[in-house]
């Protein structure tokens, strides 16, 4: 089965413009988790989609993140305007089960974010 | 705040050289502790999944326990292949999302 899919692997940008990532769920996954990683610090969650609804969005870290799950598939993380501090590895992963305690995530392999 | 603490931040063992990596959490509300395996430029894989105090989890050279206020990562007689980042993440009571460690790189030598 393909795993996780994400793009781009790499994302330059300059302060102040917009980038939107791109994540591909395992098929019939319905749970699909957004985390980061920013240099030096521990991986920590930013929210949660169950289909196409935002089940825990505490994470994000202000109003410039927008994430979306058209139609329980894909989803998309739009960072704008983005600012320095919003460097670093944007990971996507997917659960089968509704609760992660059984179902483990599957993590894709990330989208590093520069913003110069 | 919920707080997952790991150690050593790095460790540098010889090949057959046996050790233990260990993750610390704040202890109400645990609902189950994980361990994940990333290699560089890659995604955390997932290793193990442990639910209560006294339960162990084996894969390969890699043994995961578990005590009311700590796990461990055992490995024993590591091969060079076993170089990675190991990730202990928490889940607790009521919430679905993960809780990571900083992790610890483990290099392992010929």
């Known amino acids: 089965e393909a795993g996780v899919t994400q793009f781009p692997s790499h994302s330059v940008i300059e302060k102040g413009q917009t980038v939107t990532l791109r994540c591909d769920p395992i098929?019939?996954?319905?749970?699909l988790y957004w985390y980061r990683r920013v240099m030096g610090k521990e991986i920590k969650f930013l929210l949660h989609f169950v289909k196409e609804s935002k089940q825990d969005e505490s994470g994000m870290p202000n109003n410039r993140f927008l994430a979306e799950r058209t139609g329980g598939t894909y989803s998309t993380l739009k960072v704008q305007p983005a600012e320095l501090e919003d460097s670093g590895v944007y990971f996507c992963?997917?659960?089968?089960?509704?609760?992660?305690?059984?179902?483990?995530?599957?993590f894709g392999n990330g989208t590093r974010l520069t913003v110069t | 705040e919920d707080q997952v603490t790991q150690s050593p931040e790095a460790l540098r063992l010889q090949e057959g050289e046996s050790s233990s990596l260990n993750c610390s959490y704040t202890v109400s509300g645990l609902r189950g502790l994980f361990w994940y395996r990333q290699d560089p430029g890659k995604g955390p894989e997932f290793l193990f999944t442990?639910?209560?105090a006294g339960e162990e989890k084996e894969k390969e050279r890699l043994k995961a326990t578990l005590t009311k206020k700590e796990s461990f990562l055992h490995i024993t007689a590591p091969k060079p292949e076993d170089s990675a980042t190991y990730l202990c993440a928490v889940q607790y009571t009521g919430f679905q999302k993960l809780v990571f460690g900083t992790g610890t790189r483990l290099l392992v030598s010929p």
């Open positions: 098929s019939g996954h319905d749970n």
């Open positions: 992963a997917s659960s089968q089960g509704v609760w992660v305690i059984d179902s483990p995530l599957h």
């Open positions: 442990l639910y209560s």
